[in-house]
């Protein structure tokens, strides 16, 4: 019986590690695509800036 509770817990943990390590994954998957869109957004502004200082003169 007590072998039996054993090989039902190790597939339960394994698939609960599996979320868990998918789940935290997913969250800094998402932080760092944030991160890069604020990023390409302050350097198109800058490029913006740029060219309006080296317009035609």
């Known amino acids: 019986e007590a072998l039996a509770v054993l090989g039902l817990s190790v597939p339960a943990s394994v698939v609960g590690a599996a979320l868990v390590t998918h789940g935290s994954l997913s969250r800094r998957m998402s932080a760092h695509a944030e991160a890069m869109r604020e990023l390409d957004a ?3 502004a800058r490029a913006a ?3 309006g200082r080296t ?3």
């Open 55 to 57: 317009g035609p003169g």
């Open 42 to 44: 302050l350097a198109d």
């Open 49 to 51: 800036r740029e060219a």
